[in-house]
């Protein structure tokens, strides 16, 4: 390193003529042209396509090309201090026909150094970044950000046709980011939430891509976020770097225009994702694709599908049975299944890490095990990552119904991950019903063989699969920042965090193929650093909605587009009867995944109404909700066998504080057979009412996929007294794809309800509502899983994922974006190098379908509900 910056200085005062020129300075690559201020600390103040002259940077706007923020050695307040290239006391430049260099010396007056070296070539598509510094400061770096590019906003004319796209996991297609209020915008780290190190801001005309050229998985985050004068778009290298040693950023940053690859067609963020993939596919986890890959059994390249069942399933084994006996091996006898199994720990769902025995039973859990295998299936349990329950829930009087500090702190404290005050880090999660959860450091070789003992115990319980969870796009849990000393780790933030990780991947899989030789692994949520080590991933593009306060977000599964033909990808959190969301996965190339329904025989649509059969807390069929948007639900329901209208027990509700709040709730799936809109039906129920504080109700809501609200109902309780009864009548409306049954009660109560029944109109009389057996979603299903393991497998399994047709007809109404069109197609190229499209209809009318796809136009006719491959 001495020997390059002397050579760098060497250079920097054979050029010293240069340095006093205060002028711009400008590099060319093939496609973009970019240009600096020297005046203005080197900011960037032009960035344009070279084809079409589109002009990226907002020239008024640009102030630093960088910043640093650094902290005091000791402090633990963690208090940051910010520099930019303004705060130099001399600046050095070299300028060649392919490079600048620019030196900022004596930042803040310390003794610190920034070099920052910029590169560009007419014979290649883009600009390369690096960065580094040096010298001997009492300080200690915290993030760089580099480079810092104010761009225009709008790009082109009104913004209508601006977009933004990058690597995130729950993203998507970010429209007309001009819209959004100053301050808002993404932010997303790399390990995390990014799951692809790259990101695209374009217009119809032309785009620019970002992205970092990093294999190892160091620190970082992709920033943009609207200011007053455009979209602020820059890369931060996140790091605890005590400047006593040079520092070195790790890796190039690239920068590069696009244009669409079709003459006379609008750019798209798949010609800049192009760009990025020419990078990706010379690293290490695109060594092998998946068709190829010696590490993952045969059964997983043949095109598996995908079911879940959660805790009420597991305490119920025979219904496990029933549901694979009846439906799954009478619909689909010769397809392999995977098997999620949420719920199996033994305190509670997501409770960790007192395991074993296993939720209901170890002899109940080798039942479903068993039942599934029988099935062609493969048991597949999701422990939560490193995570250490030390409280589970709270209890009225402040106390906890699972409390394991004293374990902790007698076996796991060691181990913990370390915040800056040196104490571990525990903090609060909503799925613990006021409880904590406090964390364990994966750079610690005994927390790495910890989850491996816990994975191989599970492996000898049957399983053959298992996922890393809560390590969402292989992040730990806060954020892989320990700052313990005892760890064999450098303290806080650094790539350390990910090569542990990866060494955690590869111990957990020669272990748990010690016991089960076709072991398969996954993580919650993508990470392109491990594609090669895990054989099957949980995506979660299907929940870009999530991001309400940004305008008009559209879903794109951005990692499948990238990465496809590497690592197939399941939807992790599927809704009963969400067609759409059905469709979306099918044409993304997605493994067939959904929730299973029961009955599996025709049999009423609200299950135990009666409130005859029970499983732990909560009567069958219904769930017991712990907490909604931050608050607890302490309150429980009862099986009463002495008090009931009917049978022989019904559900007693008991609050005995003020703050108490119950809810046991219930989904009705809408579709065929089910609940229908535009179709009138009624809830009645049995009431009888000792003691209520306040007024509450049988609420039901009609809602979308995403929880959005299309109407709602109640049926209010009675005051004291004995029985009675209550109803309401509704009009399911449109665009909801379930109704929520909430028996809801806030304040004191003793209450009791029975016998509740939902009706459909027929003729001039109420009838129960009768579901056929079968779910809302199973014709599209039933396509789409022979597809997928068929005819379609070539392409929608191990298939590249190509540029989609263009959808001429239907077409959403002009200056509306649906988050999901209600016809959606795809692309793949197989191994072979054949081409065909994928087209699903999502609606249960038939639609007259036109694309123009290899040249000519198509003409389709779809029935509903279907799914057609074009070849």
Request: aromatic share 10%; charged share 20%.
């Amino acid at each position: 390193m001495s020997k390059t910056l002397t050579a760098l200085c060497l250079c920097l005062h054979a050029v010293a003529a240069l340095a006093a020129e205060p002028g711009p300075v400008s590099l060319k690559s093939s496609r973009t042209t970019i240009e600096f201020d020297r005046a203005r600390a080197g900011a960037v103040v032009s960035l344009t396509d070279n084809s079409t002259h589109t002009e990226f940077i907002n020239k008024d706007a640009a102030q630093d090309l960088f910043a640093i923020a650094w902290t005091r050695p000791g402090d633990t307040s963690g208090k940051q201090e910010r520099l930019t290239g303004h705060d130099a006391k001399n600046v050095h430049w070299e300028v060649t026909e392919r490079s600048v260099t620019a030196v900022f010396e004596r930042l803040g007056g310390h003794d610190l150094t920034v070099t920052c070296l910029v590169s560009a070539d007419p014979a290649r598509d883009d600009v390369r970044w690096q960065l580094h510094a040096s010298g001997e400061a009492p300080l200690v770096l915290e993030r760089i950000d580099f480079p810092i590019l104010d761009l225009r906003a709008p790009l082109e004319a009104d913004g209508a046709s601006d977009t933004v796209v990058t690597g995130l996991t729950k993203g998507g297609v970010f429209h007309q980011p001009a819209k959004w209020k100053t301050g808002q915008g993404l932010s997303f780290p790399q390990p995390g939430s990014l799951a692809a190190q790259f990101g695209c801001y374009y217009s119809a005309r032309a785009g620019l891509v970002s992205h970092t050229c990093d294999s190892r998985g160091f620190p970082k985050t992709l920033d943009l976020h609207r200011t007053a004068d455009g979209l602020r778009w820059m890369w931060q290298r996140r790091c605890y770097h005590p400047m006593k040693q040079p520092f070195e950023l790790g890796y190039e940053i690239s920068t590069a225009t696009f244009t669409s690859q079709t003459p006379g067609e609008p750019a798209d963020w798949r010609d800049g994702a192009d760009l990025y993939k020419q990078w990706a596919l010379q690293q290490p986890w695109c060594a092998v694709p998946f068709a190829q890959r010696t590490d993952v059994p045969d059964w997983m390249k043949s095109g598996p599908a995908m079911i879940r069942f959660s805790r009420d399933w597991l305490g119920r084994p025979e219904r496990v049975e029933g549901w694979l006996d009846d439906y799954w091996k009478k619909h689909f006898p010769k397809t392999p299944l995977i098997v999620a199994l949420w719920g199996w720990e033994r305190v509670g769902s997501w409770v960790s890490p007192k395991y074993f025995p296993p939720y209901p039973s170890e002899e109940g859990f080798k039942r479903v095990v068993a039942a599934a295998r029988k099935a062609d299936g493969h048991a597949f349990p999701w422990p939560s990552g490193y995570y250490w329950n030390v409280e589970y829930q709270q209890n009225p009087d402040g106390t906890f119904q699972w409390n394991d500090w004293d374990d902790f702190n007698a076996t796991g404290l060691p181990h913990a991950l370390i915040e800056r005050d040196g104490t571990p880090l525990v903090r609060k999660l909503p799925w613990l019903e006021g409880g904590r959860n406090a964390v364990l450091c994966r750079g610690d070789a005994w927390t790495r063989q910890w989850f491996n003992r816990n994975a191989v115990t599970l492996m000898q319980l049957g399983c053959d699969m298992v996922q890393v969870d809560q390590v969402v796009g292989g992040l730990a849990p806060g954020g892989g920042e320990c700052y313990s000393t005892q760890h064999c780790h450098p303290p806080g933030l650094g790539v350390w965090d990910a090569e542990a990780f990866a060494d955690q991947l590869r111990s957990l899989a020669a272990e748990c193929r010690g016991v089960q030789p076709d072991a398969v692994l996954s993580i919650e949520e993508p990470q392109e650093l491990f594609n090669h080590l895990i054989g099957v991933q949980d995506y979660r593009d299907g929940q870009s909605q999530r991001w309400p306060s940004l305008p008009e977000t559209t879903h794109a599964s951005v990692f499948g587009y990238l990465y496809h033909e590497y690592l197939p990808v399941f939807q992790s959190n599927p809704v009963s009867g969400d067609l759409k969301m059905l469709a979306y996965c099918a044409v993304t190339g997605q493994i067939p995944h959904w929730v299973p329904h029961w009955p599996v025989s025709p049999s009423p649509a609200l299950v135990g109404g009666d409130f005859e059969e029970w499983s732990e807390e909560e009567p069958a069929g219904w769930q017991r909700v712990s907490g909604w948007q931050g608050t607890n639900y302490v309150g429980l329901p009862y099986r009463d066998d002495s008090v009931k209208s009917h049978g022989t027990a019904s559900m007693r509700l008991e609050n005995r504080l003020e703050s108490d709040i119950v809810q046991v709730s219930q989904n009705v799936s809408v579709g065929p057979g089910h609940l229908e809109p535009g179709h009138t039906y009624r809830l009645r129920a049995r009431m009888k009412v000792e003691s209520l504080a306040k007024p509450n109700a049988v609420n039901l809501a009609a809602l979308t996929s995403k929880l959005g609200s299309k109407g709602s109902w109640r049926i209010p309780l009675p005051g004291p007294g004995d029985w009675s009864e209550g109803s309401v009548e509704f009009t399911m409306p449109d665009e909801a794809t379930f109704l929520r049954i909430m028996i809801h009660v806030s304040g004191t109560c003793r209450l009791w309800i029975d016998d509740v029944v939902l009706e459909e109109r027929v003729d001039d009389r109420w009838e129960p509502l009768i579901q056929p057996g079968s779910p809302p979603e199973h014709e599209f299903v039933e396509q789409w899983v022979r597809l997928f393991h068929g005819e379609g497998r070539p392409y929608l399994l191990l298939g590249t994922m190509i540029h989609p047709p263009r959808l001429l007809a239907p077409l959403p109404p002009a200056g509306e974006r649906p988050p999901m069109d209600p016809v959606m197609t795809g692309a793949f190229r197989a191994p072979d190098g054949s081409e065909a499209a994928v087209v699903a209809n999502a609606t249960a009318e038939p639609q007259e379908v036109q694309l123009q796809w290899q040249g000519r136009v198509h003409n389709l006719q779809m029935a509903p509900s279907s799914l057609r491959l074009v070849r």
